[in-house]
């Protein structure tokens, strides 16, 4: 199971890592970001409260490869895909996984 997130995971960066998609939609901007830390060791919160995990390591290297921020806030496991496609988050990550039924909501 963590290497099929891990991998997804790695696919969604090397998608977003694109210099068009970067250059366009990412460069210096705020991301808005929808996240449920409960799934370690994609993305849990540790004993101090703060968030931690891979998911997390990763968008934030990339964030800052692009000279952007992230504005990360939490939301229940299932409101971060509704958070994305009413507008409220640009991006959601907590060990996503990409379905058929999520296909038709979000691209």
Request: charged share 20%.
């Amino acid at each position: 199971m963590l290497s099929k997130k891990f991998g997804l995971s790695m696919i969604v960066l090397g998608i977003m890592s694109s210099s068009a998609f970067a250059d366009s939609i990412v460069e210096g901007r705020t991301l808005n970001v929808a996240v449920s830390p409960a799934s370690p060791p994609m993305l849990f919160k540790s004993a101090d409260g703060k968030l931690q995990g891979i998911d997390l390591e990763l968008f934030s290297s990339y964030c800052q490869s692009r000279h952007c921020k992230l504005n990360i806030t939490e939301y229940a496991w299932d409101g971060m895909l509704g958070a994305v496609a009413s507008g409220q988050a640009d991006v959601a990550f907590s060990g996503i996984s990409i379905t058929d039924k999520r296909k038709k909501v979000i691209d």
